[in-house]
């Protein structure tokens, strides 16, 4: 079983900031890529960011340059940390893994999701 717990979301003003954390647990031997997703209201979820075991990172246009994905190994946790946030940034934010089980499995797995909602 793998385990992912999101935190961070909440409101913000246009503008402002906010950094999502996604902690992951459970039987994992090694995480590869580490992402987020989004769905905002009435449309499809889609990619926001991602970041390789090795270290690379790859942005949604929409987000370049005000967002940045970063994580920490040692915790087993991805960040994103959003700034200049706007209205169209609203959305409920998902994190994604790609993990290797204990039992040398990969898996896919998904958080529950945290609301982001960027209004004055």
């Known amino acids: 079983q793998v385990q992912l717990v999101e935190s961070g979301g909440g409101l913000v003003q246009p503008g402002g900031s906010l950094r999502l954390s996604c902690v992951v647990s459970?039987?994992?031997?090694?995480?590869?890529?580490m992402g987020w997703y989004r769905q905002p209201p009435g449309k499809q979820r889609e990619f926001v960011a991602a970041?390789?075991?090795?270290?690379?990172?790859n942005y949604a246009d929409s987000v370049k340059g005000r967002f940045t994905i970063s994580r920490d190994n040692a915790k087993n946790t991805v960040y994103l940390q959003m700034n200049g946030l706007k209205p169209e940034d609203t959305a409920v934010y998902y994190c994604?893994?790609?993990?290797?089980?204990?039992?040398?499995?990969?898996?896919?797995?998904w958080g529950q999701g945290t609301q982001v909602t960027v209004s004055s």
């Open positions: 994604n893994v790609n993990v290797l089980t204990t039992r040398r499995e990969r898996r896919n797995a």
């Open positions: 459970g039987n994992i031997f090694s995480i590869y890529d």
């Open positions: 970041a390789t075991s090795g270290g690379s990172t």
